[in-house]
């Protein structure tokens, strides 16, 4: 089952570790990151930091559509994570079901990239705005909140701005 669905370009840290992981009963952590699945070193450490009994598996995107696709139906609560949102509305397009909600939480500014400020922890490029664009059209819930007790704000609310 996937449980939760979020972009941070940190990945599995210390917030995930003590904050997502337990409040939401995650078991397994699905992350999608070329560049990490691509290294075995960075791999294993990335699949170290899950905290004890939560397996976690660092995946490129079409390993991570079939190991999606199993979990949606297991009964195991799932994770799924990526650095940015476009990873995300490309897995909307490839996997019919998935849940209708994305935490943006970090998406760093990228000195000499144009990009849109949408909290002190999130900026996009034209990339990643076209792709909250498209998932919000398609009735996606995306809100941008970094940890659980920051505030929320709903796509929703501000895509008038964009």
């Known amino acids: ?57 660092v995946v490129d995107f079409d390993e991570g559509v079939a190991l999606i696709k199993e979990a949606m139906n297991d009964d195991v609560r799932t994770l799924i994570l990526a650095r940015v949102p476009s990873v995300f509305a490309d897995l909307y397009r490839a996997v019919d079901g998935l849940p209708m909600y994305l935490n943006i939480a970090t998406v760093p500014a990228v000195v000499g990239e144009v990009q849109v400020k949408l909290e002190d922890h999130c900026y996009l490029n034209e990339k990643e705005l076209n792709a909250v664009k498209e998932m919000g059209n398609n009735g996606v819930d995306v809100v941008i909140q970094q940890h659980p007790s920051s505030p929320a704000i709903s796509w929703n609310s501000i895509k008038g701005k964009y």
């Open 1 to 57: 089952m996937i449980a939760v669905m979020r972009s941070d370009d940190r990945l599995i840290h210390g917030q995930v570790q003590t904050r997502i992981i337990p409040l939401n009963g995650i078991k397994r952590v699905i992350t999608i990151d070329k560049i990490n699945a691509s290294n075995p070193m960075l791999k294993r450490i990335y699949e170290m930091a899950a905290p004890h009994g939560v397996e976690c598996t």
